[in-house]
């Protein structure tokens, strides 16, 4: 169990988003129903590059870069503002949050304006406790009703909420669920109050982990609380509560994956922190990594508890980083993840219908990697991510390394490769085959496996840009280590597979 002061110097743990503006016509809202979120957001945050070292002239450089390098157009429309944008005192006179002055003087609605005058929206970040992450500053307990107007009044289309001042009374199941909820109608009354377009409401809540499965790995290690909602919220909890919840192990980081994650944080000397001295605890920590986070979208959560205006959150890409940034971005020398495994993330995302939260330094992102833009820009992933239908990806087989196959016992470090599935609206279902190996795997599927009526079925690479023609039984590919192959297969008129959780 955790105590307070852990819970204080937990990393960034959770995000949030809100869509372009939507016209609002008030009318009594039953639980969340907002009406917004009808497909996972897309959205820009500045905390996995910029931390807390974000002021008004840096978000308006990256807002001109969001639109100059085509991703506006594709539909990355919000700017989130994470930890760092707020004073760390409340105004003396009227109680309301307040920005930081010298990074932020001409306010927020100021700022919120600039955006849309570029067809743009702002996000921006509290804490359901008294403290947040990252600045340690004033969180929005005792204070809902009062935040969600200000935020309502600043022109905010999304908001993020953290979870980082938590205490034992405050993560119980029941007690976070209550304050969560009254956050939401809180900033549902607000926006109808003055005819606002609703706030996109995302949440980081902490649950028990499971001790078997890749969850295994925490509990053995003593950490009893992971990043996703309590086993014990239902599906009709969870759907009616907010429009995104965070669903993790711990931080998602611009690396594959480690045994510690605080290996590649603070455990001694880096480009990062020179200074840092070496911390031989930090070998105590627990695993952290691309791997860890989609191993927690499988154990975590069920498909069925995602769909139109609410989604399992795997947490802010890292892609396009290189290493750069800040801590948990890299800022290590290392060079991040690669190209193949930021393809790989950005797949896997699409086809569980997470939100697609990005964060890179986008003022150079066209000249230093042009080839990690055009992996953003790919609108073919894009389209599945956004598809209307609404219906979140699944687990559909892996192999392990493991003495036992079950899914109950295999870690992270056993499974070898994934196949990913997802259904369209169009006839047609998304797959990506998963290659977590170290060397190139022979991944194949057949149409049974995913639900498909025999025959043939046209296929095309999405990353590739190729028709593969029509295929009879079932598809293969050769994947490199560390990466994915994304095909897009139409003529399916099938049911969908067993939704694995």
């Not at 100059?68 to 003396?92: H, M, P, S, V, Y």
């Amino acid at each position: 169990m955790l105590e307070e002061s852990e819970f204080c110097t937990m990393p960034k743990c959770c995000a949030v988003s809100v869509l372009g503006a939507i016209v609002w016509l008030p009318r009594h809202s039953a639980g969340l129903d907002n009406g917004i979120g009808l497909t996972p957001p897309l959205a820009y945050s500045t905390w996995n590059y910029f931390n807390t070292e974000i002021n008004s002239t840096l978000v308006l450089e990256l807002a001109d870069a969001l639109v100059t390098t085509g991703l506006a157009d594709a539909g990355f429309t919000t700017i989130n503002l994470d930890a760092g944008w707020k004073a760390n005192e409340r105004d003396a006179l009227t109680g309301r949050l307040i920005p930081n002055h010298t990074k932020f003087p001409e306010g927020m609605r100021w700022l919120s304006d600039q955006l849309k005058v570029r067809n743009l929206s702002l996000g921006i970040y509290t804490d359901i406790s008294n403290l947040t992450c990252g600045d340690q500053g004033q969180g929005s307990a005792g204070h809902y009703a009062m935040d969600a107007q200000t935020f309502a009044a600043w022109g905010i289309r999304y908001l993020k909420v953290d979870f980082c001042g938590g205490n034992q009374q405050t993560l119980q199941p029941d007690t976070q669920l209550k304050l969560w909820r009254t956050l939401r109608d809180a900033l549902n009354a607000s926006a109808m109050a003055i005819g606002a377009p609703p706030i996109y409401y995302s949440i980081c809540p902490h649950g028990h982990l499971p001790s078997s499965g890749p969850s295994a790995d925490w509990t053995r290690n003593g950490t009893a609380f992971g990043y996703s909602p309590p086993l014990t919220w239902s599906a009709q909890d969870r759907r009616t509560l907010a429009n995104s919840l965070l669903v993790e192990f711990t931080n998602m980081f611009d690396f594959w994956y480690a045994e510690h994650w605080e290996d590649f944080r603070v455990c001694g000397p880096t480009a990062h922190c020179p200074t840092c001295p070496h911390t031989p605890q930090c070998h105590k920590s627990t695993p952290g990594g691309l791997l860890t986070n989609i191993d927690a979208m499988v154990a975590l959560t069920k498909p069925s508890y995602s769909g139109p205006g609410s989604w399992a959150d795997a947490d802010m890409l890292h892609v396009c980083n290189y290493g750069e940034g800040g801590a948990d971005a890299g800022g290590r020398g290392d060079g991040g993840m690669t190209l193949g495994e930021y393809r790989a993330s950005y797949s896997i995302w699409a086809v569980l219908a997470s939100p697609m939260i990005i964060s890179a330094d986008l003022r150079t992102l066209a000249a230093k990697h042009s080839d990690c833009l055009a992996m953003l820009l790919n609108r073919e992933v894009l389209a599945i991510s956004q598809d209307p239908l609404g219906q979140a990806g699944s687990l559909v087989t892996q192999t392990t390394n493991a003495s036992d196959p079950s899914p109950a016992a295999a870690r992270t470090t056993n499974i070898v490769t994934q196949v990913f599935y997802r259904r369209l609206h169009d006839d047609s279902c998304a797959i990506v085959l998963f290659n977590r190996a170290e060397t190139t795997r022979s991944i194949n599927i057949t149409w049974a496996e995913i639900g498909l009526p025999d025959g043939a079925h046209n296929v095309r690479d999405v990353w590739a840009h190729e028709d593969k023609g029509p295929t009879t039984g079932g598809i293969g590919a050769e994947v490199p280590p560390h990466e994915v192959v994304m095909l897009r297969i139409s003529g399916t008129n099938g049911q969908s597979p067993e939704l694995k959780s």
